[in-house]
């Protein structure tokens, strides 16, 4: 099933009424307590992925974040690491009020819809998750014409595959055996390629350190 937002993917989890969820780090840091993991995809050959700062190609001059003052940005969604965290602590950072900064901001509530926002010129840049903008882009160029990734953070940890707190763990297991062993079938080939990912790992929760200290940044 897929829902509109990582907010009500989490009250899925958390009151029991769905097993897994692929989710955003960011949500998992928040909830990490409560919730267990069970894979990571690979990309690119690592468990990494960027936020991506997307603007229109005839915007030469933006460079990061802190040059969009007085402009309209569109966020992913507020649970994003790479479509609304990232580039809030980079304001932060550059020692600027995040709500106050732009003049306006809003939420797409989807990556593909951040750069939809900006090439219909409703916003004047966004921030997205650069996987989805890069398989955005070699799937349907079309849909990124016009537009160019003018900044791209440091990397964090790829959004893993959750499961609920009260999911048993050999049912835990098996989900995590059956993604990894995705790659050794192929089907499982077949969707890895449309997912346009190498194919899952198991996962460690120290990947989601940078993740961690993003969200310790901006509760200060």
Partial sequence: MQRGSYREIVDLLL???VDAAWLCGYPYVVYE???HLVAVADYQGQALYRSHLVVPASDTATRAVPDLAGRIF????PLSNSGHLVPRVELLRAGADPDRFFRRSFFTFGHRKVVEAVRAGLAHAGAVDG??????HRQHPEATEGLRVAWRSGTHGFPPVVARPSLARE???ALAQALVGMRGSEPG???LKRLNIDGFRPVQAGLYASIRELVRQHRR
């Fill in 15 to 17: 009151g029991d009424r």
């Fill in 33 to 35: 307590d409560r919730l």
């Fill in 74 to 77: 569109a966020y992913s969604d």
């Fill in 131 to 136: 996987y989805v903008w890069d398989t955005l």
């Fill in 171 to 173: 049912e835990r297991e």
């Fill in 189 to 191: 080939a077949s969707l």
